[in-house]
């Protein structure tokens, strides 16, 4: 049987960007690559639009029993004002905690034609390609105790960071998971010298590593590694860190190499009966309000995180390179969705004319 994939465009730009990611399906559907089994349905806005909740017990089942889903964005001015628990962010975070996605992988890749577009220097971008993995459902954001509690005449704002073994385990395994694909290089990231759940994680991952003979292990303190991100990323490869960390880190490393609409990510869980984690890919990016139904909306972001499915989840690495070298293609071609165009004159391309030109630099190799 076929892979199956759950589409999840959801909404504003959202449907947008992912009619061109369908461009990307179709096209290797129809030239000897994978054939997907696709199932599309409503998250978010819309979800709540047609059944009053922003994702149906449907669309949850569906979700937990495809092999991976595909989702473009969630949210808009219009439900600004709806119920916390109706809320389009509802349906994404019911996803995420209903499928125990602990793993959040965020790569920070830069594409040549775009290093000037960094806010560092060419040399320092140019050629980069690291996997940031942050964990996503524990430590600090979610440890009890929690709350503002009363003490003496004053009140106390007080966050729990708490990490139990299985959990810097199972983080940890995708890591190296991760690394075994790649340049078999990974840091993983804490505060052992001032932190208690620091000296664990330490410990843990590198029992875990034991399991990774092959993979280089390396340790480093969060707030150094902010300073060698800058520095240097190039010195890394995979770097492994806690839910704080990860959220502090992922968001610089992924201004090193520029655009909301460039930033692909995909979040991992448990593997199946398969052997495939349970796996969810999206944009980094929102719903983008300001620009949807214009046709502006970089699909970039959303077609590279169908590459990372195609790499993660389906084991086509060879097709998910060919996808990031498309993009490379009509990059240095000088295509530009108006986010990628700064203060230069050139006149912008559709979302439409980006995602066809890619299938096109995808049909000539
Ligand atoms: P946003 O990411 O939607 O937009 C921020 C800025 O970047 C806007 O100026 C937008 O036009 C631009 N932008 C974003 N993606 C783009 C793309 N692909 N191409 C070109 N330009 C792009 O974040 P914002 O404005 O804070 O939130 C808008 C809505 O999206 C809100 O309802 C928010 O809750 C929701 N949201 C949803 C997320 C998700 O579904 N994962 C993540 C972040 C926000
Ligand atoms: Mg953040």
């Avoid at 996997?131 to 459902?137: F, K, N, S």
């Avoid at 060698?228 to 839910?243: A, E, G, H, S, Y």
């Avoid at 389906?314 to 203060?343: K, M, N, S, Y």
């Amino acid at each position: 049987t076929n892979p199956s994939l759950l589409i999840l465009p959801g909404d504003g730009i959202g449907p947008e960007v992912m009619a061109e990611v369908r461009k990307v399906i179709d096209w290797f559907g129809a030239n000897g690559g994978p054939v997907f089994d696709v199932s599309e349905d409503l998250v978010g806005g819309c979800a709540y639009d047609a059944h009053g909740t922003p994702l149906h017990d449907d669309t949850m089942a569906r979700a937990q029993e495809v092999d991976a889903v595909l989702l473009g964005a969630v949210g808009g001015p219009k439900y600004d004002s709806l119920d916390f628990s109706l809320k389009p962010e509802r349906g994404l975070l019911r996803l995420r905690k209903e499928m125990d996605l602990y793993a959040n992988l965020r790569p920070a890749q830069c594409f040549d034609a775009l290093a000037d577009f960094s806010s560092l220097k060419t040399e320092v971008v140019s050629g980069l390609d690291i996997m940031i993995v942050r964990e996503l459902t524990s430590g600090v954001y979610f440890g009890e105790p929690r709350g503002i509690i009363e003490e003496g005449n004053e009140r106390v704002g007080v966050n729990t960071q708490r990490y139990t073994e299985s959990e810097i385990d199972r983080v940890a395994r995708s890591a190296f998971e991760l690394a075994m694909r790649r340049g078999k290089r990974l840091c993983s990231m804490e505060k052992a010298n001032v932190m208690e759940s620091g000296v664990l994680w330490r410990e843990v991952v590198t029992q875990v590593g034991k399991d990774y003979p092959e993979v280089e292990l390396s340790h480093m303190y969060a707030d150094a590694g902010a300073m060698q991100l800058t520095r240097w990323p190039k010195q890394f490869d995979v770097i492994v860190t806690d839910n704080l960390f990860g959220d502090l880190l992922s968001d610089l490393a992924a201004m090193l190499t520029g655009s909301l609409g460039m930033l692909p990510s995909a979040s991992l869980g448990a593997p199946m009966a398969n052997g495939r984690p349970k796996a969810l890919y999206e944009p980094v990016h929102g719903s983008a309000p300001d620009i949807a139904g214009q046709g502006k909306a970089n699909p970039i972001a959303c077609i590279l995180s169908f590459a990372m499915a195609l790499r993660y989840s389906f084991d086509r690495g060879e097709d998910a390179a060919r996808v990031e070298r498309a993009v490379e293609t009509v990059l240095a071609d000088g295509l530009r969705t108006a986010d990628l165009l700064g203060e230069e004159g050139k006149a912008p391309v559709s979302t439409s004319e980006m995602g066809d030109a890619i299938v096109a630099a995808l049909a000539k190799g």
